[in-house]
Each structure stands twice: as C-alpha cells, then as structure tokens.
C-alpha cells in the first residue's frame, strides 16, 4: 500500500529532558516514541486504558540524526511498517512540528501481541487489524513471525 497514512502528534520538550551539553538526552527520545504509541492507541480505543493495550514491547531502535534543544517544536510521525500474526512494528520520525523536512530522529519498535493472564504471546485481533489497516506502509502479511 503506498498511501499509507502517518499518524503525527506533537511532543513537549521539557526542561529536564535536557542533558549537560543543553540537548535532549538520547534515552528520551525513546520517551518520546512511547508519548506516540500512547497518543496513537489513544486515538484507537474507546476505551483508554493501558490494560487494553494487549501487546508488549520487544525491540526499539534509535537513529539520531540531528539534536533537538529546549526550543524546538517537535512531533513524533509514525506508521506502521509490517504486521504479521503477533507482531507489528512502527516507524518513527521525530520531525520540527513547522517544517517536516527537519528529521531529529528515526527509530523502529517491534510490538508483540500479548496475554498478560497466561504472560504467553497471542495472535493479533481482527478488531485490532481493521483498526490499524490505513497506518499500515506494506499491503502484505506474512504468516509467520
């Protein structure tokens, strides 16, 4: 699928994501993936609330690309990048809410569908696919994971 929708929404930058050098520290921007997902599953839900979200996080990555300081206006941009039967991943770009040709970061993370009754893997919902269909970057599922 080629026209895939962006899911953006903006991100705070505060005081004490700062390090000593006056940039946002490199473990924030991680913070601020997880500021998307949230903002992102929000959206989905009528009902938001964190057990809800029956997935677990098992990899996130981080490329910095540009630091972002106390005065930048920034919004996390993200999709997602494939889906399988347990598993989706997103892509992020931490981008300048004004002009969205300044990339600071882009990172992927690897969500797994997750019982947290049995703490074993599940297959992803149907409910959960049509939902999450339009944010989907590739028009293929594998079968397995």
Not at 127 to 142: A, G, I, M, Q, S
């Amino acid at each position: 699928m080629t026209g895939h929708r962006k899911f953006i929404t903006d991100v705070i930058v505060r005081f004490r994501d700062l390090d000593a050098m006056g940039h946002v520290n490199n473990a924030v921007y991680m913070t601020y993936f997880e500021e998307g997902r949230k903002a992102f599953f929000l959206q989905l839900s009528d009902r938001p609330e964190g057990r809800q979200f029956n997935f677990i996080l098992a990899h996130v990555s981080c490329d910095y690309l540009r630091p972002v300081t106390l005065r930048d206006k920034v919004a996390v941009q993200m999709w997602i990048s494939y889906v399988g039967n347990k598993r989706f991943d997103f892509r992020y770009q931490l981008i300048d809410r004004d002009d969205e040709s300044i990339i600071y970061a882009k990172g992927e993370s690897v969500q797994v569908g997750y019982d947290y009754q049995t703490n074993s893997s599940t297959i992803l919902s149907e409910e959960f696919l049509k939902k999450v269909t339009v944010y989907v970057e590739l028009d293929e599922r594998r079968e397995t994971d």
